[in-house]
């Protein structure tokens, strides 16, 4: 069979890299851990306003540390 008649395999093309995050998503991430493990570290310390230990303060702290999870997802 003459060359110009081979079949050659097809190699796609290259994935394209992702675009680096921008500086201030790691600043959010790191930002709301702190905020939320502080929040709730507070809140069995009896440092917060309101009654000895406030589930609404713990939620508050618990959503703050899943934001910075999902923000870290984010993260490239």
Same mark, same amino acid.
């Given at each position: /069979? &003459? ?6 395999? =097809?190699? &796609? &093309? ?10 201030? %998503? &790691?600043?959010? /991430? ?9 929040? %709730?570290?507070? @809140? ?10 406030? @589930?609404? =303060?713990? %939620? ?9 999870? %999902? ?6």
């Amino acid at each position: /069979m &003459p060359e110009s008649k081979r079949r050659s395999r =097809y190699t &796609p &093309p290259p994935a394209k890299k992702a675009p680096k995050s921008k500086p201030w %998503v &790691p600043a959010t /991430m790191f930002a709301l851990l702190i905020c939320g493990i502080a929040v %709730v570290v507070l @809140n069995y310390l009896g440092l917060l306003p309101g009654d000895e230990a406030d @589930n609404a =303060y713990l %939620v508050l702290g618990l959503i703050l540390i899943t934001s910075g999870f %999902v923000f870290a997802t984010k993260l490239r």
